[in-house]
């Protein structure tokens, strides 16, 4: 159980277009789903919190506006990254939980632009 | 302000020597903290968790073990694999619904 996928596993997208990640938790409602951006041979950083139904809060310094964020059900949430540009070609996470319960992540998205 | 640590950054070790890797957090007030391998350009694969009220969780060759007193925990590997050459990522949560802060993590490569 307690299994959260993304989609796609990997995306080669040009210098402006939009990407949109999704990220299902399979087998349980996803009360809260967080994404994560991981540079190469860095950690994972958390770019922002999703709660189903209300807007996400977002950590400092990542732009809401680049970076949108839709948790319209408790089994998904997706991640567009809007007019990407490539700095933001990097390896992005989600996770999610269920009440009172661990976070599972899934096995992440790599996102390059050219 | 929670924060993750992890010695050594890089290790290489011949295969089957037993290693430990180190995790150290500032606060002590942590839901569960986990254990992550993560192989070049692949997603995470969780390991071990240790929920706060526990001392150690066990898989197959990976043992791990909390020390929230102290704010530690070490991950410890027997009989090193070549297939076991990855990153070892530490992360700890404050609460179920808390963001996880990740470590640094740790690069070990087997030598065949």
């Not at chain 1, 919190?49 to 319209?72: C, M, P, R, W």
């Not at chain 2, 993750?4 to 569960?32: H, K, M, R, W």
Request: aromatic residues 8%; glycine residues 6%; contains cysteine.
């Amino acid at each position: 159980g307690a299994v959260v996928s993304q989609h796609p596993s990997w995306v080669i997208c040009k210098s402006g277009t939009s990407v949109k990640i999704e990220c299902r938790s399979l087998d349980f409602q996803a009360t809260t789903m967080f994404w994560y951006r991981q540079f190469p041979k860095q950690s994972l950083m958390l770019m922002a919190t999703s709660n189903e139904g209300s807007k996400a809060t977002y950590e400092q310094g990542v732009e809401k506006d680049k970076f949108l964020i839709n948790h319209a059900s408790l089994t998904l949430s997706t991640l567009t990254v809007t007019s990407a540009h490539p700095e933001d070609s990097s390896f992005y996470i989600c996770s999610a939980t269920a009440q009172a319960d661990t976070q599972y992540f899934g096995p992440g998205t790599r996102l390059t632009v050219l | 302000k929670q924060e993750v640590t992890q010695i050594p950054a890089a290790l290489s070790v011949p295969e089957g020597e037993n290693l430990v890797l180190n995790c150290s957090f500032t606060d002590s007030a942590i839901y569960n903290l986990q254990w992550f391998r993560q192989d070049p350009g692949k997603g995470l694969t969780s390991l071990l968790l240790i929920q706060s009220s526990q001392r150690e969780q066990t898989s197959g060759r990976l043992n791990a073990s909390l020390d929230k007193s102290s704010g530690r925990s070490t991950l410890y590997i027997a009989a090193s694999q070549p297939g076991d050459s990855a990153t070892y990522l530490c992360a700890v949560s404050g609460t179920s619904y808390d963001k996880v802060i990740f470590g640094p993590g740790t690069s070990l490569s087997v030598i065949p």
